[in-house]
């Protein structure tokens, strides 16, 4: 039986394999190319946070128009390629990230 201390040392371990992933360098590229323009970062996270709510807003709410609107309004950020390129690596690197949640809750059998 393992104790809470050696997981946390795999799970240390498990940490530095994700980050020699292509998804995870990919991701922090992009982040770094978009700090490099703090007004683009800045209209990047807010754009993020805006549909984040989006996607969680309750389910009798009717969002179309509201996702209809922030695409609309963020039209020109959404165009810049390096905005492009951060949001295809951010959903990239978070898709396999939640891939391997599933397979683990999976192998846990819960």
């Not at 997981?7 to 978009?34: G, K, S």
């Not at 549909?51 to 309004?73: F, G, K, S, T, W």
Request: net charge negative; glycine share 0%; proline share 3%.
């Amino acid at each position: 039986m393992y104790t809470e201390k050696e997981l946390r040392e795999h799970v240390d371990e498990f940490a530095d394999m994700i980050r020699q992933t292509q998804e995870f360098n990919d991701y922090v590229h992009m982040v770094e190319v978009l700090k490099r323009r703090p007004d683009l970062y800045d209209a990047v996270m807010v754009f993020r946070r805006e549909n984040y709510y989006l996607q969680h807003a309750p389910e009798q709410e009717d969002i179309y128009d509201r996702v209809i609107e922030l695409r609309d309004r963020n039209e020109e950020l959404l165009n810049n390629p390096e905005v492009y390129d951060y949001l295809l690596a951010e959903w990239t690197f978070f898709h396999m990230l939640q891939n391997l949640f599933d397979r683990l809750m999976g192998e846990l059998d819960l």
